[in-house]
């Protein structure tokens, strides 16, 4: 069988075993492992293996992601969540369609302590979607607007994908967290946009809301303040080079806790289960991990990743094109895959194309703005029909709101998406700007 071949039926077993429920990072695992053996030797494959996963998990960047994700599992269970959006809607419930808004401000504050879409949709689907129905929101704005708000978890940093892209392609954390950053606020800013138009053309979708007095808002926004003093600790600490990124996910892991104790929303039970939480979700990570890299190896012994750049290379297609349907296969792949396995799965055979292409720019700017155009496509994924993780998540907590509704409600969100993926497409100095003004 030849390379290509090999790799193609690699492709069609590990999407067959994930139809069958097998979990992603097992399925590439047991292929890369099958296939390993077969383009090469069993004795090599366990020459192979027996150094492998011990140089992938003893890498030093990886201790960030288990740090990150305690950070969010705590601040989770310290009740944050239900503060920021108590605070947002404060200031915006009296305007049509605030409380929504609220949710957007909130899930924006609240990913820069978190780093997860899943867990961010997750915790406001908790916390915010019995307010909004309390208040007559309609469940379609309700439930689209968490989904949509949710992956703001991972387009503001910390972010645990971006972290993942940065150990596939051996990039800068620093400067991927610093090139997110300005498309993460643009998605909270069209977002906030988005919610505005839709109540406009149908205010029945968002009641109004009496205004509160400030004697009122001000209680709220005092109790944020512990959130923002993290988020700054963090981001500030992490932006202006006091210390590295792994650090500053250490002091927010621990500030978080400091705070959560301290105000007393969180007893040690709480740790304990964040604790918990924090191991299942680093232990699934991991296996993705390993089981990518398995297959990588597969795929790489095919050598059909190469032959795939070349091939591509002398069609001579716009280097923009080659870029949009990279892009375009990416929401494809969302619909039906999650979104670590899918980036540690395709990295290896979309990178080196893309490395191949001339946009006018150096090898880390493509680099890095790449990173972020898969960020973006990431969260179109995670809530665009016919799949959307986020919808599943809020359909899960939602029982009573059909998801038909739910996909109704996200559908804006997704098109305000697609518009901010072309202005980043288009400019890569909105994702590129602050790397360079920075370094």
Not at 2 to 8: E, I
Not at 57 to 69: C, D, G, K, R, S
Not at 134 to 158: D, F, K
Request: charged share 10%.
């Amino acid at each position: 069988m030849s390379g290509n071949a090999a790799a193609l039926a690699g492709f069609g077993v590990m999407i067959g075993l994930m139809m069958l429920r097998m979990p992603i990072g097992m399925a590439m695992l047991v292929v890369g492992l099958g296939g390993y053996v077969s383009m090469s030797s069993l004795p090599n494959l366990l020459n192979y293996m027996k150094t492998t996963p011990y140089f992938l998990f003893a890498n030093y960047t990886l201790t960030v992601i288990p740090l990150f994700i305690l950070m969010g599992a705590l601040a989770e269970r310290s009740g944050i969540a239900r503060d920021l959006f108590k605070a947002a809607s404060a200031c915006l419930g009296h305007r049509r369609g605030g409380l929504a808004m609220a949710v957007i401000g909130a899930c924006t504050g609240f990913g820069a302590i978190c780093g997860s879409s899943v867990a961010t949709t997750a915790t406001f689907g908790r916390s915010a979607l019995p307010e909004l129905l309390r208040y007559g929101y309609a469940g379609s704005l309700a439930t689209g607007t968490i989904a949509a708000g949710g992956t703001l978890g991972i387009l503001i940093p910390p972010s645990v994908v971006l972290v993942v892209y940065a150990i596939s392609t051996e990039q800068n954390i620093l400067k991927l967290f610093q090139a997110a950053l300005v498309p993460g606020l643009m998605a909270t800013a069209f977002y906030l946009i988005t919610i505005a138009i839709v109540v406009h053309r149908n205010p029945d979708l968002a009641p109004l809301q009496p205004r509160q007095p400030w004697a009122a808002r001000w209680p709220a926004l005092l109790a944020i303040w512990p959130t923002i003093a993290v988020a700054g600790l963090v981001l500030g600490g992490i932006y202006g080079g006091i210390f590295t990124p792994t650090e500053g996910a250490s002091v927010g892991a621990v500030a978080m806790l400091l705070v959560g104790l301290g105000a007393r929303k969180l007893d040690w039970k709480g740790v304990a289960g964040s604790l918990r939480v924090t191991a299942e979700t680093t232990a699934m990570i991991l296996l993705i991990l390993l089981g990518g890299e398995v297959f990588n190896a597969f795929l790489a012994l095919t050598q059909m990743p190469t032959a795939l750049a070349e091939w591509i290379g002398g069609l001579g297609l716009s280097p923009l094109f080659v870029l949009a349907l990279l892009l375009a296969t990416y929401i494809v792949l969302g619909a039906v895959m999650d979104e670590l396995a899918m980036i540690i799965l395709t990295l290896p055979i979309f990178f080196p194309v893309v490395q191949a292409l001339d946009f006018g720019l150096g090898p880390d700017e493509v680099a890095i703005w790449f990173g972020i155009l898969v960020l973006i496509v990431v969260g179109i994924g995670l809530t665009a029909p016919p799949i959307g993780l986020n919808v599943f998540v809020v359909s899960a907590i939602a029982r009573t709101i059909p998801i038909t509704a739910t996909y109704r409600g996200v559908l804006p969100y997704v098109l305000s998406d697609a518009i901010r993926l072309g202005l980043v497409f288009a400019f890569p100095t909105l994702a590129l700007g602050l790397v360079r003004w920075l370094q």
